[in-house]
């Protein structure tokens, strides 16, 4: 299993630009994940998804759109580039299991997005 | 709304002593996990060691292992014989557990941990 891929690993753009950042799993989880890092921060959610078709915000959803049409790829679009969006982008999948009564939890980061727009 | 709060912004430990990093969180929820995550200079976010609400036993892994008090709402992690490849950057995280369902993580600010040789 490759786990969660991102391309690209770096980019810069400038504002007012466009770009799609890759995420993909391949470990048919229903959950997937954007959070972005600012420099000395946690991370924070941008957008989730628990599964093909759905969508949902998080705490900082905003010049950002994301969309799901399969369990595996889950892009995130930024449509006017920002000073603001200068950060680390992680995509991260999860899954959620009960066996045996016993509940189990685990989520899986993809290697992060540095993105520069200036 | 959960707020997870690491209250130690940068730490050192000389190599082969124990660290503990402090984490506290606020919920109203029952039903929830914790977890350390690190993250070393090549970003890569790596769980180091979950711990169950509904659990009692402290969770151990390896040299890793947490204090959980669930009364005063703390969960420290412990680190023994600290490693010069320990250090990075400790983030706690708080996951809510809704039943069939889960919330999503929730990260402290993080805590930088430096090992010195």
């Known amino acids: 299993n490759a786990g969660v891929t991102q391309t690209p690993k770096f980019r810069i753009l400038k504002i007012g630009q466009s770009m799609t950042l890759q995420c993909t799993q391949d470990?048919?989880?229903?959950?997937m994940y954007w959070y972005r890092q600012d420099p000395g921060m946690g991370l924070k959610l941008i957008y989730y998804?628990?599964?093909?078709?759905?969508?949902d915000k998080g705490e900082v959803p905003n010049g950002y759109n994301v969309s799901r049409s399969t369990t595996e790829d889950f892009p995130l679009r930024l449509e006017l580039a920002a000073p603001s969006q200068t950060s680390v982008y992680f995509c991260?999948?999860?899954?959620?299991?009960?066996?045996?009564?016993?509940?189990?939890?685990?989520?899986?980061f993809g290697p992060g997005t540095r993105l520069t727009v200036t | 709304a959960q707020t997870v709060t690491q209250s130690q912004p940068e730490m050192s430990v000389q190599e082969a002593e124990t660290v503990t990093l402090s984490c506290t969180y606020d919920?109203?929820?029952?039903?929830?996990?914790l977890f350390w995550y690190k993250q070393p200079p090549s970003r890569q976010m790596i769980l180091v060691i979950r711990?169950?609400?509904?659990?009692?036993q402290n969770a151990t892994e390896n040299r890793f292992s947490v204090n959980f008090q669930k009364a005063a709402k703390s969960f420290s992690l412990k680190i023994s014989d600290s490693q010069l490849g320990d250090t990075a950057m400790y983030f706690c995280?708080?996951?809510?557990?809704?039943?069939?369902?889960?919330?999503?993580?929730?990260f402290g600010k993080g805590t930088k941990l430096s090992v010195k040789p």
């Open positions: 991260a999948s999860s899954y959620y299991r009960r066996i045996a009564g016993l509940k189990t939890y685990e989520q899986y």
């Open positions: 470990m048919n989880h229903n959950y």
């Open positions: 998804s628990v599964g093909a078709g759905i969508t």
């Open positions: 919920t109203s929820e029952n039903n929830y996990y």
């Open positions: 711990q169950e609400a509904y659990k009692q």
């Open positions: 995280a708080f996951m809510a557990d809704y039943g069939g369902s889960q919330g999503n993580l929730i």
